[in-house]
């Protein structure tokens, strides 16, 4: 068989790739029906002030479970959906259930932190949706803060610009998502309207060890302090990694050391 490798090789590529592609159309299929047939639910994770152990807000995190492909993570979804109009009926489902289950147990300070694929951004549809949050289910615009990520920030950046800047005139607060993912120039935080940076968890994991992650928090909450902005520290697991982040003055984290991602039957009892 010693002949035959080098196309086996090939051929076993090709068959990944074949699987790959496959499971990508099997998933774009399945959201089309994912919300009319009930596949889709919401959870929530709550973020925490450090000082005095408050809930700060809860973020919103989608999840699908397709009949036929089970669970589904949304990073796996979320790309794909991103590809067509699938995603602006997913994110409308998505802000008005989260109003409906999250209103009623927040106050005015308490926030609700959504994901939004800046792609979405603009245009009739998204501001519809905005303001039927507000006049409809009776969501204030400061407690909604919209997270983008680093990464698709950085892609969009003229129309990011002008689109955080409408948000945050209606009140709606903005935050970054994945920081210190998006191998960026950090001039562009000159020139957005940011309210909160989310260090990605990445930087969290290995923070008791790896005095290069430690330098990168420090240097990125000196930078947010010194510019005004907020910080919240994604994926917070143990007491030693929330001591280190609270030692060098970060106010919000949210991770399996507080909460894991909760229904909101789970948030009421
Ligand atoms: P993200 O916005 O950075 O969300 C945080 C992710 O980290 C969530 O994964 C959450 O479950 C996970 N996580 C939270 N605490 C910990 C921890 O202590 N340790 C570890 N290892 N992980 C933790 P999830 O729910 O799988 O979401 C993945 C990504 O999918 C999200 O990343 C977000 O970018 C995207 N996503 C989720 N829901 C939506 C949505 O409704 N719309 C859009 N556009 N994207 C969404
Ligand atoms: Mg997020
Ligand atoms: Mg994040
Ligand atoms: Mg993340």
Not at 24 to 46: D, F, T
Not at 85 to 103: G, K
Not at 211 to 232: E, K, Y
Request: proline share 3%; aromatic share 8%; glycine share 6%.
């Amino acid at each position: 068989h010693a002949k035959a490798l080098g196309r086996g090789c090939y051929a076993f590529f090709d068959v990944d790739l074949d699987q790959r592609n496959h499971r990508l159309m099997q998933i774009k299929h399945g959201l089309r029906h994912a919300l009319s047939r009930n596949e889709m639910s919401l959870v929530y994770q709550p973020e925490i002030h450090l000082e005095t152990r408050e809930i700060f807000g809860y973020e919103v995190l989608m999840r699908w479970h397709s009949e036929e492909l089970g669970p589904i993570s949304p990073s796996e979804f979320i790309p794909v959906a991103e590809e067509s109009d699938i995603i602006a009926d997913l994110t409308s489902w998505m802000m008005l259930q989260a109003c409906r289950d999250l209103l009623p147990l927040l106050n005015d300070k308490m926030q609700i932190g959504v994901n939004i694929s800046p792609r979405q951004f603009g245009g009739d549809r998204w501001l519809t949706l905005i303001r039927q949050c507000i006049d409809q289910e009776g969501l204030r615009p400061s407690q909604l803060c919209v997270e983008i990520t680093e990464g698709a920030l950085i892609r969009d950046m003229e129309q990011a610009v002008v689109q955080l800047s409408e948000l945050r005139k209606l009140g709606i607060r903005v935050a970054i998502d994945d920081f210190g993912t998006g191998y960026s120039s950090l001039s562009y935080l000159k020139r957005l309207p940011i309210d909160f940076l989310k260090i990605d968890r990445t930087f969290v994991a290995d923070i008791e060890t790896d005095q290069d992650d430690q330098a990168i928090i420090c240097a990125i909450i000196n930078m947010a302090q010194s510019l005004g902005i907020g910080l919240i520290a994604e994926g917070v697991e143990t007491q030693e990694q929330l001591k280190f982040l609270k030692s060098q003055g970060c106010d919000i984290a949210q991770g399996y050391f507080f909460a894991r991602p909760m229904s909101v039957d789970q948030i009421k009892c």
